[in-house]
């Protein structure tokens, strides 16, 4: 699609900030008007359709299709993505670990204890570890406690944990990842910690390292996303 629109602003109305292009308003792809809770995060949308060039890139939308998806979907239904989220607490990637007396272990004790301990207090919960592939459930307590947490986020918040967690395979990194100190590039190589222990092992291979920038790139994206949502 040829860029259709020179200008590109941002304003504040009563329900929030908005984006205009040429002086009008845009909607989410749903049709819904596009207001969003910060001046911050409209800035983000700003600058993705005045970064455009003469063709529209429809896969540069990162941030407009976290906030289209945030009023599309999950502002009016958002009990689909609590229990697909509480799913990845069941079978958490932080949670199953190596043989205790392999050396994959102790790495994973270094990287990912401190990151499902911190969880476990912040939330007020107790997740299983467990060595080898067979699975155990967490406790009704826990999936009840954090099943209230999730339900208390907002659309956008919502939005942004739901990529930060599918994309590690992780709640306890998707929670960390929402934390204001949180450190993107040190939670995206604790999400890949097993992968990169194979890589050690047996070498990089190419397509698998442009597929693994490409879902770099979104979990930082959704961190950004988190963060200029309270700003």
């Not at 109305?13 to 596009?34: A, I, N, Y």
């Not at 301990?117 to 155990?136: C, D, N, P, Q, Y």
Request: charged share 35%; net charge negative; glycine share 6%.
């Amino acid at each position: 699609m040829k860029r259709f629109y020179k200008d590109v602003t941002t304003a504040r109305t009563d329900l929030g900030w908005t984006v205009s292009l040429d002086g009008r308003p845009l909607k989410t792809q749903g049709g819904e008007p596009q207001v969003v809770p910060s001046e911050t995060l409209a800035k983000m949308l700003a600058a993705e359709w005045d970064g455009q060039g003469e063709t529209i890139d429809p896969a540069s939308f990162r941030f407009r299709d976290m906030t289209d998806y945030a009023l599309d979907v999950l502002s009016r239904d958002k009990s689909g993505v609590v229990e697909k989220l509480l799913g990845y607490a069941e079978t958490d990637t932080l949670c199953y670990r190596a043989d205790p007396e392999e050396a994959l272990y102790r790495r994973q004790q270094e990287v990912w204890e401190p990151i499902v301990a911190g969880m476990e207090e912040r939330e007020g919960v107790k997740l299983h570890r467990i060595s080898g592939i067979v699975h155990r459930p967490q406790t009704e307590e826990t999936r009840r406690k954090l099943a209230k947490r999730l339900e208390a986020l907002d659309a956008f918040t919502l939005t942004a944990l739901e990529q930060t967690t599918s994309l590690a395979a992780s709640l306890c990194i998707g929670l960390e990842a929402l934390e204001p100190a949180a450190d993107g590039e040190a939670l995206w190589d604790a999400a890949n910690l097993e992968e990169d222990w194979q890589v050690e092992l047996w070498g990089r291979d190419e397509e698998a390292e442009e597929r693994r920038t490409k879902r770099k790139g979104d979990f930082l994206a959704a961190i950004e996303f988190a963060r200029a949502v309270l700003k």
